[in-house]
């Protein structure tokens, strides 16, 4: 796996071709340049609580205050223009403009009000509290985001805070995408004996739109080396990236396999996983000098997620000019025993639940074959059982990719 991740890695060349749009339209985006803040956020010491902002010096350790308050209520908007005493205090709603002078907030659940009289109890809070700084949150100039981060709804929030309207961001990246096999049908069709229907398109392209790209759809595609030709063709001249599923194995069929050695600088590799072995990646040569890069996963359902996941991930991430972002993952103590043999990567699917004492425990789903795409549907995680491991004994700790997060 680590061999195979590698020689992955080497061919990336992230995009470099940028466009500005609206910030309604840059979700899930990647920016192509650093957001500058052109103000402070906040611009001004406000409130952060409801209650009466003061002068913290007239707080003295161990003692109870009493304050004087004036007869009017400083909202958030509309700044205070008025001048505020020592030994006196102004009632503030949270995010209000700190009145000049004051940097202290007493929240209102803990004065005691009798008339125009304010008491504080000795040491209920320290000066300068329940204050936001102006700038404290993002200072004029700085960095608010970096280019490569992919938007995420904070983000786009962030951006809207600095009164920023459009974003520079990379170019959708774009994927091409077919299934191959005589066996297989399209959704309405009727099925013959022997048929099924192709899962796996549907399956990668929802894979596909979680991290961003332009997905184009080029269908399914019959064993039979010109049909095979014509839509690699149209792939390489519309594509930065041509994903596969089905035809790189050994089989008398596996027509792709022939068809993509002629016509780039493929590898057909057999990685030591489980599911997913059969697998190829390497540069296309397209027409006009277009190189673009092939992802030909293993036909089997589970086989086609699980190599997408583990090796076209964060490679098209890498290629849609973002920082990649690491599988989110925990240790969870696996239910029950788990067989294993040393020599290969397993990816077994998994729901991962907390535990009583605080911790979380994972169990299998049941039947692990490559074609149970149930399996999948069921797991919230897949459980990740290292190269060198052996079987895996019922409390022992594993390591588990969590589902939520792979976007």
């Known amino acids: 796996m680590d061999e195979a991740r590698a020689r992955v890695a080497a061919c990336l060349q992230p995009l470099t071709e940028t466009e500005t749009v609206p910030l309604s339209a840059a979700l899930g985006r990647v ?38 308050a004036l007869p009017t209520t400083v909202l958030a908007g509309t700044p205070f223009t008025g001048v505020v005493a020592r030994g006196q205090c102004v009632r503030i709603m949270t995010g209000a403009v700190m009145p000049p002078g004051l940097d202290t907030v007493v929240p209102i659940e803990l004065c005691q009000v009798q008339g125009e009289v304010v008491q504080l109890r000795a040491d209920v809070l320290r000066p300068g509290e329940n204050r936001r700084r102006q700038g404290e949150d993002l200072a004029c100039g700085r960095p608010a985001l970096r280019a490569g981060q992919r938007l995420r709804p904070a983000d786009l929030g962030l951006v809207a805070s600095l009164g920023v309207p459009q974003l520079q961001v990379f170019r959708r990246l774009k994927v091409a995408l077919f299934s191959t096999g005589d066996e297989l049908r399209s959704l309405g069709e009727p099925l013959a ?79 030591a996983m489980r599911p997913g072995r059969p697998f190829a990646f390497g540069p296309l040569h397209g027409p006009q000098g277009r190189r673009p890069l092939l992802f030909a996963l293993p036909g089997n359902p589970v086989a086609a997620l699980v190599t997408f996941y583990a090796f076209a991930r964060e490679a098209l991430m890498v290629l849609s000019g973002a920082r990649p972002e690491p599988l989110p993952r925990l240790t969870a103590r696996s239910a029950a025993p788990i067989r294993k043999r040393p020599g290969r990567t397993e990816y077994q699917r998994g729901i991962v639940e907390p535990t009583e004492e605080g911790g979380w425990q994972v169990r299998l789903t049941g039947a692990q074959g490559a074609g149970i795409l149930r399996s999948m549907s069921e797991a919230n995680c897949l459980v990740v059982l290292g190269h060198g491991q052996g079987a895996v004994a019922a409390g022992e700790p594993v390591t588990v990719w969590l589902f939520d997060g792979l976007v």
């Open 31 to 68: 920016l192509a340049a650093d957001v500058i803040s052109p103000i402070d956020v906040p611009a001004h010491d406000n409130s952060a609580m409801d209650g009466y902002a003061l002068h913290g010096a007239d707080l003295l350790a161990g003692q109870a205050t009493a304050l004087q």
């Open 193 to 271: 004996p022997g048929c099924i229907y192709d899962s796996n398109r549907h399956t990668l392209t929802g894979a596909l739109q979680r991290l961003g790209v332009e997905v184009l759809d080029l269908g399914l595609v019959r064993d039979d080396p010109a049909a095979l030709q014509a839509t690699l063709d149209q792939a390489m001249a519309q594509a930065d990236v041509v994903m596969t599923s089905g035809g790189v194995s050994m089989g008398d069929a596996d027509y792709t396999r022939d068809l993509l050695a002629a016509r780039g600088e493929v590898g057909f590799w057999k990685v």
